[in-house]
């Protein structure tokens, strides 16, 4: 089960993520996009081989070159280590952005390259009729 982790800031848009798919190692799985009045926020789990290290030095998005500025769960630039269930949770920190159906990430570490591709679900609108007069 994943849940959402929005924020519930009156200023923030939380947007649920359709899908999202990568090439290379670490594999990242996107659940929201938190856009706030002072950042926007990736919620996912990083997936790697049990028992192993990795790093990641930087992300950034292709779009406008924006680079994250913080990632809770691990630490740019210092190797971490996958625990049995090969899954870690993140929080990925971007400058505030617009809001968009589908971008690209970049992580750079030292195994070379990982492309993140995002996905977003549309944002229902929802209209209201009038009831007809009998």
Request: proline share 4%; net charge positive.
């Given at each position: 089960?994943?849940l ?12 649920k993520v359709?899908?999202s ?9 996107v659940?929201s996009i938190d ?19 990795h790093?990641?030095d ?5 779009h406008?070159?924006a680079?994250a ?10 190797w ?9 949770r ?5 400058p505030?952005?617009?809001?968009r159906s589908a971008f ?8 070379g390259?990982?492309v993140?591709?995002?996905e ?12 007809a007069?009998?």
């Amino acid at each position: 089960m994943v849940l959402t982790m929005c924020s519930a800031s009156i200023n923030a848009r939380c947007v649920k993520v359709k899908s999202s798919r990568s090439t290379g190692t670490p594999e990242l799985k996107v659940d929201s996009i938190d856009y706030r009045s002072d950042l926007t926020r990736v919620y996912g789990t990083l997936t790697g081989t049990p028992h192993t290290s990795h790093r990641i030095d930087a992300i950034k998005m292709q779009h406008n070159g924006a680079i994250a500025t913080d990632v809770d769960g691990i630490d740019f630039k210092r190797w971490f280590q996958w625990e049995e269930d090969g899954e870690l949770r993140v929080e990925i920190d971007f400058p505030v952005m617009k809001q968009r159906s589908a971008f690209v990430m970049e992580a750079t570490t030292p195994r070379g390259t990982t492309v993140w591709t995002v996905e977003t679900q549309p944002n229902r609108v929802v209209v209201k009729r009038k009831k007809a007069v009998k």
